[in-house]
């Protein structure tokens, strides 16, 4: 089993950048992979961006697509997501999620088997 544990969330204004961490207990393989998804409330959980574990090779929602980041560091164990140009719509509780094996769909909650507990992000007009 895999315990993630998410930080760095916040209030910032549009425009500002914010840099979530994502920590996991144990390493996470090259086979695994990682994901990191958003819910407001009332809404669907929906995937931000995904990661091939030890592979440089990303996923991205559309909406997200050139402001965000996804990345790894194996040394840390962490994943993390650089969210640049934030807008109002991004606010969110934000979620890690792992899969010890690859995923066809990396940005669809329902093949992931481990989840963190979510920071909220909130972004200001």
């Known amino acids: 089993q895999v315990q993630l544990a998410e930080s760095g969330g916040g209030s910032v204004q549009a425009g500002g950048s914010l840099r979530l961490s994502c920590a996991a207990s144990?390493?996470?393989?090259?086979?695994?992979?990682m994901g990191w998804f958003r819910q407001a409330p009332g809404k669907a959980r929906e995937g931000v961006a995904g990661?091939?574990?030890?592979?440089?090779?990303?996923f991205y929602a559309d909406s997200v697509k050139g402001r965000f980041t996804i990345s790894q560091d194996n040394v840390k164990n962490t994943l993390y997501l650089q969210m640049n140009s934030l807008k109002p719509e991004d606010t969110a509780m934000y979620y890690c999620?792992?899969?010890?094996?690859?995923?066809?769909?990396?940005?669809?909650?329902?093949?992931?088997?481990?989840w963190g507990q979510g920071t909220q992000v909130t972004v200001s007009s």
């Open positions: 999620a792992a899969n010890g094996g690859r995923l066809f769909s990396p940005l669809s909650p329902q093949g992931y088997t481990y």
């Open positions: 144990k390493y996470t393989y090259s086979s695994y992979t």
């Open positions: 990661i091939y574990a030890g592979v440089d090779y990303q």
